[in-house]
Each structure stands twice: as structure tokens, then as C-alpha cells.
């Protein structure tokens, strides 16, 4: 079974406008962890953000925020005023109590047009 | 603070053939990965140590794939004999050994080893 589901293989967006990058997960461990990362054409994956099960208020570091929604078991990445810069790779990744390894989805790709 | 470093970045290679991939993990995290991204797809682990321990190896094809980290810090991922299908980047990962309050456990990653089989 697929823990880490998105469902975007691709999104556009236009510059300096927000966009909502879909991920769902499953789990049956209370305590997990969810990850975004970016992978631009380099091929680096760059941590973006952090979400524990556990946490209470939604995490945002700068222009990302996460909208987590526990009930419905998705892990959405919130990128606002999106930058030229921003088009690469995203993944959604999930790290399950106990363990340390993390599962990715299959990715979206962003594109930001100008 | 240096990054994971990997070499080489790009290798092709012919069928049946070998190839071996070198990572150094970021000084001080004691847990290493390697993943294996086919184009198109997310990473998927094949082998995580800890320390010089080998933690999960489950995903890891063992008839021809091997990997070592001796001493705990350097790792090298050896493929013998290379198959098409084994076409795809080769992300080598660290991470701080236990999670708390003001970590994560987010992996950091090294730019990968593009691998292509002839």
C-alpha cells in the first residue's frame, strides 16, 4: 500500500501567486513525522519543512506553510508569492515512530511562469 | 558547515558491467542513507546504516548490489553487474542519530551520483 500519495504530477502557477501542492498519507502509528522537499534540476533535495503528529498549530517557515489536516491524513505544502525561482520537484515524505528512514510520494513538479 | 558530498556525479557505464558510488556524510551524523531515484519518481531507500551498522537493508537488491561504511563515516554503494533498469540517481543522505526538540530528523542530501546503464 502506498503510504505517501500525490496526486499532482504537475502544477503551474504564476509568479508571486500562492499554490497548494496535494499530499496524503497513511499511516496506523500515532506518532510520525511529514516532510516536504524541493529538488531542483540540480538534483539536491533541500529540506523545506516539518510537520510531527503530535504538533498542534500548522508549521510555516517563510514563504511555506504546511496545512495539516490529521483527520483527513493530508500534508499540504502552501508556497505564497511564488517566486520564478520555486519551479523544481516537491516531494512529500513521511517518517513513522520508531523509524528513521523516510518515505517519499512519486513528487508534482511546479512550474512558475513570469 | 560542509554538505553530504558524493562522486562521482555522473557515470555510464555498459551492461554487466560494475560501478561503485562514494558518499561523505555530514561530519557528526551517525545515520547514513542511500536511495536509489528512478526518473520520474520519488527516492526509494535501499540501505540505511548507523553508525557502521547496517539498520534496514530490506529494498536493497543483494545479488548485485552491496554497500559497507567502514569506520562510520565514509559509505560506497557497489553495483555487480549493472542491469538497464539499475538507470537512476544514487542520493546519499545523513542525519543526526536521534530526533528532539530542536531537530527534526530531516535528512540532508547530497547532490547524487546520475547513473546510466548502456
Known amino acids: 500500500a502506498q503510504k505517501i500519495t500525490q496526486t499532482q504530477p504537475g502544477m503551474f502557477v504564476q509568479e508571486k501567486e500562492a499554490v497548494t501542492l496535494d499530499c496524503t498519507y497513511d499511516t496506523s502509528d500515532p506518532s510520525y513525522g511529514l516532510f516536504w522537499y524541493k529538488q531542483p534540476s540540480s538534483g539536491e533535495m533541500i529540506f523545506l519543512i516539518y510537520q510531527g503528529s503530535y504538533d498542534q498549530q500548522n508549521a510555516t517557515e517563510g514563504r511555506y506553510s504546511l496545512n495539516f489536516q490529521k483527520a483527513r491524513k493530508s500534508a499540504n505544502l502552501v508556497i505564497s508569492a511564488s517566486q520564478l525561482g520555486d519551479s523544481a520537484m516537491y516531494f512529500c515524505?513521511?517518517?513513522?515512530?520508531?523509524?528513521?528512514?523516510?518515505?517519499f510520494g512519486k513528487g508534482t513538479k511546479l512550474t512558475v511562469n513570469p | 558547515e560542509a554538505g553530504v558530498a558524493q562522486s562521482p556525479r555522473y557515470k555510464i557505464i555498459e551492461k554487466r558491467q560494475s560501478v561503485a558510488f562514494w558518499c561523505n556524510p555530514i561530519?557528526?551524523?551517525?545515520?547514513l542513507y542511500w536511495y536509489q531515484q528512478i526518473l520520474g519518481q520519488g527516492p526509494k531507500l535501499l540501505i540505511q546504516f548507523q553508525n557502521n551498522g547496517v539498520v534496514d537493508d530490506s529494498q536493497l537488491p543483494k545479488d548485485r548490489f552491496s554497500a559497507e561504511r567502514l569506520k562510520g563515516v565514509d559509505s560506497t554503494l557497489k553495483i555487480q553487474p549493472a542491469k538497464l533498469e539499475d538507470s537512476a540517481v544514487y542520493l546519499c543522505a545523513s542525519s543526526l542519530e536521534e530526533t528532539g526538540d530542536t531537530n527534526t530528523g530531516e535528512l540532508f542530501f547530497g547532490e547524487g551520483s546520475r547513473l546510466t546503464v548502456l
Open positions: 561530519s557528526g551524523h551517525a545515520t
Open positions: 515524505a513521511m517518517r513513522e515512530g520508531g523509524s528513521e528512514k523516510l518515505v
